[in-house]
């Protein structure tokens, strides 16, 4: 049963907003991204040239913090990747 023209327009409406809420959402963690690698890169590279103690320790200190926190940013980049997706295969 097709769906009544005002309804399905109020539907399609619907859709169209969490689309571009979530095309937002996907610019905010690009950004998120493109910033955390940079950060780490700059403190890579301070690592580079100094002495021991001024360090970032990697593992469990706050360079690993920033690469565990890059990674979860990926996942989320994925995450909302594949429900654009599947809403433009579907036809939203």
């Known amino acids: 049963m097709e769906t009544p023209g ?14 571009e809420k979530q095309n937002e959402e996907l610019a905010k963690v690009r950004s998120s991204i493109e910033d955390m690698n940079e950060l ?3 403190m890579e590279v301070f690592d580079n040239y100094s002495s021991g103690a001024d360090k970032h320790n990697e593992d469990g200190g706050q360079l690993g913090g920033y690469k565990r926190r890059l990674e979860e940013l990926r996942a989320k980049e994925r995450e909302l990747m594949r429900k654009l997706g599947e809403d433009i295969k579907g036809g939203a």
């Open 6 to 19: 005002p309804i399905r327009k109020f539907i399609d409406g619907l859709k169209d907003r969490d689309k």
């Open 40 to 42: 780490i890169g700059n």
